[in-house]
């Protein structure tokens, strides 16, 4: 006693769709960009009544915001959130789609 004819059909059907690479074109810094963003936005979710207050918890965090969510981090965050914070800033500053600016010195 197996499944229905239409529901094993159905299986097999998303099964060959399982193994199949996904087609979305998308460069590596695109992706490590992704990443950023969503570590940043997980940071403004745990560490919001600790540092971020003043902003809605519910923002649709960008690589623009990735600055101002460090900035918070590092002045309001203990030890985690400053760990937190240079984990952000390191893959802002790996050489590969930099998009912040450096200063010498």
């Not at 769709?17 to 590596?28: C, T």
Request: proline share 3%; with cysteine; net charge positive.
């Amino acid at each position: 006693m197996g499944a229905p004819r239409a529901v094993r059909a159905y299986f097999s059907r998303i099964g060959r769709k399982g193994g199949v690479r996904s087609r979305r074109e998308l460069s590596s810094a695109e992706a490590r960009n992704m990443v950023r963003i969503r570590e940043a936005r997980r940071a403004l979710q745990e560490f919001h009544s600790q540092c971020f207050w003043y902003l809605r918890r519910d923002m649709a965090v960008t690589l623009d915001d990735i600055p101002e969510i460090i900035r918070g981090l590092r002045r309001n965050g203990g030890r985690r959130g400053f760990l937190v914070a240079a984990r952000l800033a390191a893959a802002s500053h790996t050489g590969r789609g930099n998009d912040t600016e450096r200063t010498p010195g």
